[in-house]
């Protein structure tokens, strides 16, 4: 896998969409975790991992997997509400826990101002048995390179 700068796999913006907003007009507080997720799939993509060789999809399900990956617990703080249109800066700081978890925190900013903060811990299963395992190799290196940008 070639080198890549840390900066273009772990910074990421996104626009509020329509969508993203409640009937209040702000956007609903699920969609920070939404974001969280998405932009964890894509700083995996952009550092050169196959989303489907880490999540199930319709050609190859969970037990095609060697591992699963699943959130076991999240929390999120919201300082300042969002609007449509409003462009957002999503910055993800990874962490390995041990063999077979990491948590990944993420801090969303508008116009440089921190609007909010999440934090999602992941650990690594086999499918079939349900039992940890060790993280998967390329989960592994998208850590320790992304630890290392710090």
């Not at 700068?5 to 329509?18: A, G, H, I, M």
């Amino acid at each position: 896998m070639e080198k890549r700068n840390p900066r273009e796999w772990l910074s990421l913006k996104r626009t509020v969409r329509f969508g993203d907003t409640d009937a209040a007009g702000v956007v609903h507080f699920l969609q920070l975790f939404r974001w969280c997720h998405e932009a964890w799939e894509e700083s995996l993509e952009k550092y050169g991992i196959v989303l489907k060789d880490i999540f199930p999809t319709t050609q190859r399900n969970i037990s095609q997997l060697d591992v699963a990956l699943p959130v076991v617990h999240c929390e999120a703080k919201y300082f300042q509400p969002l609007y449509v249109g409003d462009s957002i800066n999503i910055k993800l700081y990874p962490e390995k826990i041990n063999d077979s978890s990491f948590i990944i925190l993420f801090k969303f900013e508008k116009k440089s101002e921190q609007i909010g903060l999440s934090q999602i811990k992941h650990v690594s299963i086999n499918p079939i048995t349900r039992e940890k395992c060790s993280l998967p190799e390329q989960i592994n290196l998208w850590l320790e390179e992304s630890v290392m940008s710090f």
